[in-house]
């Protein structure tokens, strides 16, 4: 199994980001994906998820904010609006497979003036 994630950055405060994970090594879309981070200082937090039959849900910091979503070519995103200093971290792509949970490398997301 293997995640890669994309499209972190420095952005301003009310910005946007678009994270994205490419996903290989197990049969996409039978498996529950999702977005965590994690801060300085801060245990890892669960930010959104999708499940194969689409059921979306959010951290309550994030919704109405961040979109998560996947297509059929592997991937997932996280679409990131109105980006607030507090949402600097390092965010994982995670897949739940066969009972295991699968990490990718994270990818720096700061939110500056």
């Known amino acids: 199994v293997r995640l890669v994630e994309s499209g972190g950055g420095e952005v301003q405060p009310g910005g946007s980001l678009r994270l994205s994970c490419a996903a290989s090594?197990?049969?996409?879309?039978?498996?529950?994906m999702g977005w965590f981070r994690q801060a300085p200082g801060k245990e890892r937090e669960g930010v959104a998820c999708i499940s194969p039959n689409g059921m979306i849900a959010y951290a309550d910091s994030v919704r109405g904010r961040f979109t998560i979503s996947s297509d059929n070519s592997e991937t997932i995103a996280l679409e990131m609006n109105s980006l607030k200093p507090e949402d600097t971290a390092v965010y994982y792509c995670n897949v739940l497979y066969n009972g295991d949970y699968y990490w990718g490398q994270g990818t720096q997301v700061t939110v500056s003036s």
């Open positions: 090594g197990f049969v996409y879309g039978d498996n529950i």
